[in-house]
């Protein structure tokens, strides 16, 4: 069973850095991608950065050279080093995985394409 857990988040004031943690277990095959999302109430849920099998990730442009995502392979672990936050960071943050072995065509930058998603963790920054 694959699972997804994330740690981390809570509260900062802007310009403030935190960092997430989701570690990855329970599959066997390859993932094909790996992201972060995030939802702020009232709105829907958007891609903040992701990884195409093991490749080098790709960021959304709002939080493009301020958010890092990186992965230690070793640990299954993702991570999502939060620089600069901004009080329109404030989200409920989501790690995701997409496992699949079906040959349909896929972006690793939707939701629709993940399978597996773990717990949000709660990130608010105040100004």
């Known amino acids: 069973q694959v699972r997804l857990v994330v740690s981390g988040g809570g509260s900062v004031q802007a310009g403030g850095s935190l960092r997430l943690s989701c570690a990855a277990s329970g599959y066997s095959t390859r993932r094909n991608c790996m992201g972060w999302f995030r939802q702020a109430p009232g709105k829907e849920r958007e891609r903040v950065a992701s990884?195409?099998?093991?490749?080098?990730?790709t960021y959304a442009d709002s939080v493009n050279g301020r958010f890092t995502m990186s992965q230690d392979n070793a640990e299954n672990t993702l991570y999502l080093q939060m620089n600069s936050l901004t009080p329109e960071d404030t989200a409920m943050y989501f790690c995701?995985?997409?496992?699949?072995?079906?040959?349909?065509?896929?972006?690793?930058?939707?939701?629709?394409?993940?399978?597996?998603w773990g717990q949000g963790t709660q990130v608010t920054v105040s100004s």
């Open positions: 990884i195409v099998n093991n490749g080098r990730p």
């Open positions: 995701a995985a997409r496992i699949s072995s079906s040959i349909e065509n896929y972006s690793c930058s939707l939701a629709k394409f993940y399978n597996y």
